[in-house]
């Protein structure tokens, strides 16, 4: 018997520390995808594909709050003390979705193309984190209807510091969304669905998103198109339940450093125009930045003058 207690004792610790919590909507009871769950200081995580998170005292004992939010929904603020198995989210009311009615079939059309921009120098890349979110601005050269057919996302791939000329295994979930440029800045969200996708290290360095299906078009104004950092995927392309910061011990003491995640972004001093943003979304304002030396001069990529993103587009602009 004696034996039997401390075994229940580390059971018991195991199922808290790996407890899972599920964000539904309030009124539907639906799972709600890719929920952003904040803890209030810059750090956060994300739901998974069910809605599902992972969060105990003993893997996070310094956070006492959670705020959660996900797109057409009110934010939640709520205590990690006796924190529910099944968290509710209610409607915004005010700000239901836009409906966009295009037809299937708009005619005849043109292709072009805004080639993306490559390198292989490690040291002019992002290293994304799942706190940061890159926007690049995309204009409408034409009056006519213009539909994104794909997106072009460059990467950096790396070698194996334990076998040469072998590339570094990782499996990558991003999202991508959309947003409308109000006086060049990245304003509201445009009412499109996320766009859930995974690079791996064996998809080429020119990754080629092709959204067709998702019908975006470009408004006359033109459109910003962001990509961020969900976490890893497991062999069956589900988001990772990992940690997404560590703590580095410094003389100022303990201090909470976002993991990075593989690939590398590369960044280009090819482009005269300032059209890459960012902004971290665990915090509340989550407020754009243009990506320049008002961004921070202490920046190695703003230094050298590499201050924008080289993301591609193919487009059908349609006669009619």
Not at 219 to 230: A, D, H, M, R, T
Request: glycine residues 4%; charged residues 25%; hydrophobic residues 35%.
């Amino acid at each position: 018997m004696k034996k039997v207690f401390p075994i229940l004792i580390l059971i018991l610790s195991q199922v808290v520390h790996s407890q899972s919590h599920t964000v539904l909507d309030s009124h539907k009871k639906f799972p709600i995808s890719y929920a952003t769950i904040s803890f209030g200081n810059g750090n956060g995580l994300f739901a998974d594909a069910e809605g599902v998170f992972k969060f105990s005292k003993k893997r996070y004992p310094d956070i006492d709050s959670l705020f959660i939010s996900a797109l057409g929904f009110n934010e939640l603020a709520i205590s990690t003390k006796n924190l529910p198995v099944k968290i509710k989210l209610t409607h915004k009311v005010a700000e239901l979705q836009e409906v966009i009615l295009k037809a299937e079939n708009l005619g005849k059309y043109k292709t072009r193309k805004k080639n993306s921009i490559l390198h292989n120098d490690y040291f002019k890349c992002w290293l994304p984190t799942v706190e940061s979110e890159i926007a690049v601005f995309f204009s409408r050269n034409s009056e006519k209807t213009t539909k994104i057919k794909s997106i072009s996302i460059p990467v950096k791939m790396e070698t194996s510091k334990k076998s040469s000329g072998k590339k570094q295994s990782f499996s990558t979930l991003f999202k991508m969304q959309f947003y409308k440029n109000v006086n060049g800045y990245p304003g509201k969200r445009l009412p499109n669905e996320d766009i859930i996708f995974i690079i791996t290290n064996k998809d080429k360095p020119n990754f080629e998103l092709d959204i067709s299906e998702y019908k975006v078009f470009i408004p006359k104004e033109g459109i910003f198109v962001s990509i961020q950092v969900l976490g890893y995927a497991d062999k069956d392309g589900k988001l990772q339940h990992t940690k997404k910061y560590h703590e580095v011990e410094t003389r100022k003491g303990i201090v909470k450093v976002s993991t990075t995640f593989r690939p590398l972004l590369p960044f280009t001093n090819k482009i005269e125009e300032n059209l890459t943003f960012t902004r971290r979304v665990f915090f509340k304002n989550r407020s754009w930045q243009r990506f320049d030396k008002k961004y921070s001069e202490g920046n190695n990529l703003i230094k050298i003058n590499h201050m924008n993103y080289g993301m591609g587009l193919k487009t059908l602009v349609y006669e009619k």
